[in-house]
Antibody, heavy 121, light 108 residues
Framework: QITLKESGPTLVKPTQTLTLTCTFSGFSLSTSGVGVGWIRQPPGKALEWLALIYWNDDKRYSPSLKSRLTITKDTSKNQVVLTMTNMDPVDTATYYC?????????????WGQGTLVTVSS | DIQMTQSPSSVSASVGDRVTITCRASQGISSWLAWYQQKPGKAPKLLIYAASSLQSGVPSRFSGSGSGTDFTLTISSLQPEDFATYYCQQANSFLPLTFGGGTKVEIK
């Protein structure tokens, strides 16, 4: 059974750096064809893909946010960490992590429950 | 950057209706497309991947089609639990994994 859970601060101040952790179980991020991604959703708005890391440490970022994002993995702890620098109120959103499977058609097939991050002074 | 455009942005329908949602990619993505359903306050749920493959456990009234730039999600007979927002996403890892703007399916 695959599960993922996001954790991190619920409130950050403008200009601060956000660090979110995705802790997962039921799979290994050392298995070929597996990845973990981050997606966010501002209140009342659409989903936005942020970043993705694969079993082989290949990393992909949203072009519009690439300069602010860093994604890393700790395979031994079953965790993926996303950092986003220079936070702004427009970054207020629910942040999700999700399991990505490449075999026979890539998709995010398991999602965490999400964590709401508010950016405010 | 690749853009994913969904239409309509919202649709009002009744239980039993056939509902079709379209998604257009700004460049060809072959069959690298997924569809998700999201209910208020919940995480998205995968419905369709590889444009037309039904995710395990998803009812067969959901179907997907298309390739290249034009895709559709069809709900053959709308059920009460299907009222939700639906998103397409381009799934080719060599391109940004862009989501569409969403289509809200509302009760008529």
């Amino acid at each position: 059974q695959i599960t993922l859970k996001e954790s991190g601060p619920t409130l950050v101040k403008p200009t601060q750096t956000l660090t979110l952790t995705c802790t997962f179980s039921g799979f290994s991020l050392s298995t070929s064809g597996v990845g973990v991604g981050w997606i966010r959703q501002p209140p009342g708005k659409a989903l936005e893909w942020l970043a993705l890391i694969y079993w082989n440490d290949d990393k992909r970022y949203s072009p519009s946010l690439k300069s602010r994002l860093t994604i890393t993995k700790d395979t031994s702890k079953n965790q993926v960490v996303l950092t986003m620098t220079n936070m702004d109120p427009v970054d207020t959103a629910t942040y999700y992590c999700a399991h990505r499977r490449l075999a026979a058609g890539a998709r995010f097939d398991y999602w965490g429950q999400g964590t709401l991050v508010t950016v405010s002074s | 950057d690749i853009q994913m455009t969904q239409s309509p942005s919202s649709v009002s329908a009744s239980v039993g209706d056939r509902v079709t949602i379209t998604c257009r990619a700004s460049q060809g993505i072959s069959s690298w497309l997924a569809w998700y359903q999201q209910k208020p306050g919940k995480a998205p749920k995968l419905l369709i991947y590889a444009a037309s493959s039904l995710q395990s456990g998803v009812p067969s009234r959901f179907s997907g089609s298309g390739s290249g730039t034009d895709f559709t999600l069809t709900i053959s007979s709308l059920q009460p639990e299907d009222f939700a927002t639906y998103y397409c996403q381009q799934a080719n890892s060599f391109l940004p994994l862009t989501f569409g703007g969403g289509t809200k399916v509302e009760i008529k």
